[in-house]
């Protein structure tokens, strides 16, 4: 039986640290060497980190990540690699390094460059046009990169049918959306048995600013079997013993394919790797697939809530920062926020702080008090009553005979984010801010107050999902942790007497529905009516959201969870006269 060890290492790079990217590759390289393997992949890009985005216009930089590469080559000693890196010929290019025996083999050139939602390579990257195949002991693979095998005819088919490569091997940096994780798995288990080839799927994992990728590299048979899954949201070196016979025998059985390749004769060019002496490899260090991914609502949360998580620590940690503030408002979006930070950086390193006004009630406080409580978190409590009242009288005559409106209440949240950045200032603390999807659609925030801060934990977060995350994180072994009163509560900014989100906001299980239609699917004014929505309120909803993309331009980066996220995904013009209303 012709059997060959994979291992994928699906390793958490930071952009722009090439020596501490290269260290990981290199004890990559080294642990599955000794776990027997024949050959290891590592993610797209692993070199220099994923994105690097204008740090490839920087000709030093792509210099540093070519000559990190050349120590990793070097360290190939009887075992074969496919490294990610940039590699600079005539352009630059998203590339692949197959090495074996220290030797550099070959490089692969991504073909398909994805310019569409968060990715722009284009701006970057030549496409390449090099799809080969290598022998490594009479084992035929190919390689490719990322988007190049969501395309059906892309540079997989070509290496499967007419280089003859019973293997393919994929490196990734696919970022993680809600469903996205599913959505990749029937894919490329689609290509395999089309193919008619063992796939096996190296991805990132680790936060880069607003991207989260979640791992959940796996390796899948010829007939789209799942044979090994790795964990989603950390590292993992995942090992498999593939059986290339068995895809010898699929593709006996398969004449389509013979026909196909007959049809459309194309030659791929097939280089030998150096041979290597390994032995069979003991069968001991392996693990079973776990089961498939479901879409029920509590893994989708469960994912949800994972990436928030990864997506916070890893922002906090890879810039160099140690400890967070929150502001604990006893709210529901505060507190999740709060958990989310416990959960991601122990509770040493998350401070509350509380900063009742007059308008603060006795209900909020005593929910803020208790979320610091059942964390095990530092709560400070900063009155800004008389700091209020001091702006107030230092405005009175500016003021004098006009109602009290918003200009007075947006002032507490003004205290409030002068309050934190200065703890943050004195400290070397950053703030995470507690703003949800629903709000700052709406603009239902407020510039240099709620929203000031370094990271903005829960910005794709709708507020229908946030109540959703909190019973999901409640379940959980060590829960509730969440207060049920702050649960409960009707929403509200606690600005004015008797205020409720509802006093400016529609019901938010009305409102989300609309924002998710219009925001993310680019739904008309009348496709939305159609769904059954009072077309007034759907008017409003539309008008507001693009009145406000200046307060969201200003806003900190965060987390993106839902397919279209504001910033990176949803792009639009400031100045901007174009209206659906």
């Known amino acids: 039986m012709r059997t060959l060890r994979i291992a994928l290492a699906q390793i958490n790079v930071t952009v722009g640290d090439l ?3 290269r260290n990981r590759i290199l004890d990559g390289i080294r642990k599955a060497r000794d776990l027997g393997a024949a050959l290891v992949a590592f993610p797209e890009l692993a070199v220099p980190g994923y994105p690097p985005e204008d740090l490839l216009f920087k000709p030093r930089f792509i210099e540093a990540n070519l000559r990190s590469l050349d120590i990793l080559v070097r360290e190939t000693r009887d075992i074969a690699a496919v490294i990610g890196f940039v590699d600079r010929q005539d352009d630059i290019y998203n590339a692949a390094a197959v090495a074996c025996n220290g030797q550099l083999v070959d490089i692969y050139h991504k073909s398909h460059l994805p310019n569409y939602e968060v990715f722009d390579e ?10 080969r195949v290598y022998s490594l002991n009479g084992i035929v693979f190919g390689v490719n990169i990322c988007e190049d095998i969501w395309y059906p005819g892309g540079p997989a088919r070509l290496q499967a049918l007419f280089g003859d490569a019973e293997l393919i091997v994929n490196i990734s940096s696919s970022p993680f959306h809600d469903g996205k994780g ?21 991805n990132l994992v680790g936060g880069q600013d607003e991207l989260v990728f979640d791992g959940g590299s796996f390796v899948v048979d010829q007939e789209g079997a799942f044979l090994a899954r790795a964990p989603r949201f950390k590292e993992h070196l995942l090992l498999v013993d593939i059986d290339l016979e068995a895809v010898f025998r699929y593709r006996l059985h398969h004449p389509r394919r013979r026909k196909e390749k007959q049809a459309h004769r194309t030659d791929i060019p097939c280089i030998d790797l150096p041979p290597l002496a390994f032995p069979a490899p003991p069968s001991d260090r392996l ?7 479901s879409r029920n609502r509590r893994e989708r949360l469960k994912d949800i809530y994972g990436a928030l ?69 530092r709560l400070i409590t900063l009155p800004i009553q008389s700091i209020f009242e001091a702006y107030l009288s230092e405005l009175s005559d500016e003021f004098q005979g006009r109602p009290s409106d918003t200009a007075e209440e947006n002032i507490q949240p003004r205290i409030r984010g002068n309050l934190l950045m200065a703890l943050c200032n004195k400290f070397g603390w950053i703030v995470l801010t507690t703003g949800n999807k629903s709000e700052l659609s709406m603009g239902y925030a407020t510039l240099y107050g709620d929203m000031a801060g370094g990271f903005a934990v829960i ?13 999901h994180r409640n379940s959980l072994p060590d829960g509730p942790v969440i207060p049920a009163s702050t649960i409960q ?11 409720f989100d509802t006093d400016t906001l529609p019901p938010y299980p009305t409102l989300d529905p609309i924002l998710k239609a219009y925001v993310e699917e680019d739904c008309s004014l009348t496709e939305i009516v159609a769904m059954g929505f009072d077309e007034k309120l759907v008017r409003r909803v539309i ?3 693009d009145l406000n993309e200046y307060k969201r331009r200003q806003a900190p980066p965060g987390i993106k969870i839902t397919p279209r996220a504001f910033g990176r995904d949803r792009r639009l013009p400031i100045t901007n006269r174009c209206r659906e209303y």
Do not use: W
């Not at 284009?122 to 799809?131: E, L, T, V």
């Not at 029937?186 to 796939?199: E, F, N, P």
């Not at 910005?459 to 019973?471: R, S």
């Open 287 to 293: 693990q079973a697939a776990p089961p498939p991914p």
């Open 459 to 471: 910005k794709d977060i709708y507020k229908t999902l946030v109540y959703d995350l909190a019973h």
């Open 182 to 202: 599913l959505q990749r798995e029937q894919m490329i288990a689609t290509r395999a048995s089309d193919y008619g080839a063992a796939l096996a799927f190296c």
């Open 543 to 545: 008008r507001t959201v």
């Open 19 to 21: 020596s501490g990217n």
């Open 309 to 377: 998580v990864l997506g916070t620590r890893d922002y906090v940690r890879k810039n160099g920062f140690e400890k967070v503030l929150v502001a604990l408002s006893g709210g529901i979006d505060s507190a999740l926020v709060s958990v989310i930070a416990r959960d991601a950086l122990g509770a040493d390193n998350v401070i509350g702080v509380t900063m009742p006004s007059r308008y603060s009630s006795e209900d909020t406080r005593n929910d803020a008090l208790a979320t610091a409580q059942n964390l095990g978190i």
């Open 489 to 499: 509560r009707p929403p509200t900014a606690e600005l004015r007497e008797n205020q």
């Open 122 to 131: 284009d701006r970057y990257f030549q496409a390449g046009n090099n799809a």
